[in-house]
C-alpha cells in the first residue's frame, strides 16, 4: 500500500458463466487477507451491468506496508457436475 494512501480500497473487474437464479448458495467469489474474509458474492447472481466490484481495504492496509490478497472460488454445497469460467480482469488499487 503507497504511503500516504489513508482509504485504499481494491477494485476487480469479474465475470462469469454462471446465470442462473435456479443455484443460488452453491459457489461463491472470496477475497481475502490470510484468513480474513474481506467480501463475498454468490456466482449465481447476474453480474451483467455490474462487473466492477469495489472492497474496501482500510480494515487490513497499512500505508507502505506489502498486503497480501487472495481471491477464490468457493463452493459452499457439494457440487458434482457444476462447471463455471471465472474471468478476473483489471484489478487496481484506489483511494
Known amino acids: 500500500i503507497p504511503a500516504g494512501v489513508k482509504a485504499p480500497s481494491l477494485q476487480l473487474y469479474l465475470n462469469d458463466t454462471l446465470v442462473s437464479p435456479d443455484w443460488p448458495g452453491y459457489r ?5 487477507c490470510g484468513d480474513r474474509l474481506l467480501w463475498e458474492e454468490d456466482l449465481a447472481l447476474n453480474r451483467h451491468g455490474k462487473e466492477w466490484t469495489t472492497v474496501d481495504l482500510s ?37
Open 28 to 32: 461463491w467469489y472470496a477475497l481475502r
Open 59 to 95: 480494515p487490513v492496509a497499512k500505508p507502505g506496508e506489502t498486503l497480501r490478497l487472495r481471491l477464490e472460488v468457493v463452493d459452499r454445497k457439494g457440487v458434482a457436475d457444476y462447471a463455471t469460467t471465472v474471468v478476473v480482469g483489471a484489478v487496481r488499487l484506489v483511494e
